[in-house]
């Protein structure tokens, strides 16, 4: 009876063990270079969980600091990367070659030119001569500042609020932000008030990525994400993301 006892105990076990395996199997977790709080992720987060949910896998995402981001999900240690723009391979000269592109389109943000001093802004060449601060590791921002401005003109920080409070205080002249988070920034801190959104300067193509051991779980996502964009349940999760951001910055 004791023998009996001890072998179904021994099972059950058994069983707990494989459920758990199998859970921890299915459950796919991506990396972002942003605050998971933030515009873009708020978004593709709740997009990606249903797009897997589809595919019977757990998604989650977790932050890191955008240039340590890449190197986890570059390295395998991930099993993708949140959010980078369409031409990400171009602009990071090739340097991430284990990713590939989840190929349906996320988003389209505008990235924006902020100032407190008035600048005119017309294009990427008005900022010649400018200090100007950005979210280091946005390869896109970068390639193009390095194309107009002096090395010692460009600061990269840590996040765009750093931007911003560097702007504030009169330390750059201006910021380059996504357009909805730089507004968002500016409503909730007394000390941005002065600081206006000088110009949308660029349309970005937003997508996720994955490493490449997961090329067949990619291409199936994207096929997923489509299907969400005809059924309608893709544009609901975008305006009740869109709806909630507009309301706190009124």
């Known amino acids: 009876m004791n023998l009996c006892k001890r072998s179904k105990r ?11 395996h199998l859970q921890a199997a299915n459950e796919v977790v991506f990396t972002g270079g942003a605050a998971l709080t933030s515009y873009q992720p708020s978004i593709i987060v709740p997009i990606l969980t249903e ?3 589809r595919n019977n896998s757990q998604f989650r995402a977790v932050y890191h600091p955008s240039l ?10 991930f099993d993708g990367e949140l959010h980078r ?4 391979h171009n602009v990071s000269m090739g340097k991430y070659p284990n990713l590939i592109r989840i190929e349906s389109e996320l988003l389209s943000v505008w990235l924006s030119v902020f100032s407190a001093n008035g600048i005119n802004i017309t294009g990427w060449n008005s900022l010649k001569g400018y200090r100007v601060a950005f979210y280091r590791g946005r390869k896109n921002i970068e ?18 609020k750093q931007a911003f409070s560097m702007l504030a205080a009169g330390r750059v002249d201006i910021v380059v932000s ?7 920034l500016v409503e909730n801190h007394e000390k941005f008030t002065k600081i206006i959104e000088a110009a949308k ?5 937003i997508y996720s990525y994955m490493h490449i051991k997961h090329q067949k779980i990619a291409t199936e996502i994207a096929e997923t994400l489509n299907g969400m964009k005809e059924d309608g349940s893709f544009s609901k999760i975008l305006d009740q993301v869109n709806h909630s951001f507009r309301r706190n910055i009124k």
Do not use: H, M, W
């Open 51 to 53: 797009a897997f949910r």
């Open 201 to 205: 300067i660029e349309e970005a193509k």
């Open 143 to 160: 390639l193009t500042l390095n194309r107009v401005l002096a090395p010692e003109l460009i600061n990269k920080v840590n996040n765009d």
């Open 10 to 20: 021994y099972f059950f076990y058994c069983f707990l063990l494989l459920a758990s």
């Open 85 to 88: 723009v369409y031409d990400f």
């Open 178 to 184: 996504d357009s909805l988070q730089g507004k968002i």
């Open 68 to 77: 340590r981001s890449l190197a986890l999900s570059n390295s395998g240690k």
